[in-house]
């Protein structure tokens, strides 16, 4: 720090009451500890991922590994964890899942947004409804049902359980619906387009925003479950993402090494989505904020 750098810091404190000093230091005080709350746990993750079993018993989780290269932790997780399996799986039920959620999510956008119809009304109140009904009270009914179509150990049980369409999902494609100009539709029907013609060539292109943000957020919610693909999906070759390092776990001990190299490569498609798509997830949210 400069000689300039320090009279200037020394004459900003002289400026300074005693009150406004002190809430200024709490003020960053409580970021730096919100900063450090965030940052430490995913730090503490890699550095375990590069540790051996005996060392992470030896050593504490923020103590540096004593070889950065060690990544036998990862092969293993890879191999006999059935990684790559695992991905698949999970690949095959969010995609499915996406294409069902978003055809659903426009269509019914569409047709709230542009018809005036009896029960309008109830089928928004519906949704509601569904996302105030605690998620756990309707469980066994849920497991009695997708066992009674024999559907347990297969993916389609979660295709078909993540494929409801939530009232974020509908809020998200209502505000975007709301401000495309109806003088498009009636453009079109002039042109002779039918209804299914002005949703596949004038609504839906122009809802791409809103669909990058639902395929985002929904992306990330069935990236991340546990415990849906743990209670419907057991078998080894049905494992997802979320339950495969669960394997890595037993009674006669955990090997946390292991397993923090399976949390670091699991983490990385989601944080790589999150960044080059942080942009539509912020606009798609704040858009009904922003334009009413």
């Keep these: ?33 919100a900063v450090m709350a965030v940052l430490v746990p995913p ?8 540790k051996t079993k005996e060392e992470y018993l030896a050593t504490g989780a923020m103590v540096s590994p004593q070889n950065w290269f060690n990544f036998e932790n990862y092969l293993t997780v890879f191999q006999q964890g059935h990684l790559g399996l695992a991905f698949l799986n999970t690949a095959i039920i969010l995609i499915s899942t996406l294409v069902i959620v978003v055809v659903m999510g426009t269509m019914v956008a569409y047709i709230v947004s542009r018809f005036e119809f009896r029960g309008r009304s109830v089928v928004l109140m519906a949704y509601i409804v569904a996302m105030v009904v605690p998620y756990v009270t309707t469980q066994v009914a849920t497991f009695e049902i997708i066992r009674g179509l024999g559907l347990i150990n297969n993916k389609l049980s979660l295709i078909l359980l993540y494929s409801g369409v939530d009232v974020v999902t509908i809020y998200i494609y209502l505000q975007f619906a709301r ?28 809802l791409w925003p809103a ?4 395929v985002i957020l929904k992306s990330i919610m069935i990236y991340n479950d546990f415990y849906l ?30 397993i923090s190299a399976g949390i670091v490569l699991i ?23 922003v334009k009413g």
């Design 1 to 33: 720090m400069t000689g300039r750098s320090q009279r200037r810091i020394f004459k900003w404190l002289q400026r300074q009451t005693p009150s406004s000093l002190f809430w200024w230091l709490v003020k960053y005080l409580s970021l730096l500890f």
């Design 43 to 50: 730090y503490a993750v890699v550095v375990t991922s590069f």
């Design 179 to 206: 401000n495309i100009p109806k003088e498009l539709d009636e453009a079109a029907i002039m042109e002779g387009a039918g209804y299914f013609t002005i949703y596949r060539k004038v609504i839906f292109p122009l």
């Design 211 to 214: 669909t990058a943000t639902v």
């Design 229 to 258: 693909p743990f209670l419907y999906l057991t078998d080894q070759d049905q494992k997802t993402v979320s339950t495969v390092l669960y394997g890595f776990t037993n009674l006669f001990g955990t090997n946390y090494a292991e």
């Design 267 to 289: 983490v990385i498609p989601s944080l790589i989505l999150f960044f080059v798509m942080q942009k539509q997830i912020f606009n798609g949210v704040t858009h009904g904020s």
